[in-house]
């Protein structure tokens, strides 16, 4: 059930971050993809910035606006490695 529930909060941390970059149309497999690399970056950075940052000690909302910071970083990764240009 818990990976049910990480790929619902992926697909919602990529379309979040799809939305944030003005990125349309990349589809459910890539916001899913992506929005969970992002929370893994996200959680990544935050550890490294904070020392201390942990999903499991924030609430969701933390984690969220975490995840979709990640996932922002990533997609713009994605977008500069594949040549996409967001629609803005």
């Not at 059930?1 to 990349?26: D, H, P, R």
């Not at 929005?35 to 970056?41: F, R």
Request: some cysteine.
């Amino acid at each position: 059930m818990q990976i049910l529930g990480w790929i619902v909060f992926g697909a919602i941390v990529g379309w979040l971050a799809n939305g944030i970059m003005g990125k349309q149309g990349s589809g459910c497999m890539v916001n899913i993809a992506l929005g969970l690399v992002g929370a893994l970056a996200g959680g990544f950075l935050f550890q490294s910035l904070s020392g201390n940052f942990s999903f499991d000690q924030h609430g969701f909302i933390v984690s969220t606006v975490v995840a979709v910071i990640g996932a922002v970083i990533v997609l713009a990764v994605w977008n500069a490695i594949t040549g996409h240009r967001p629609l803005r």
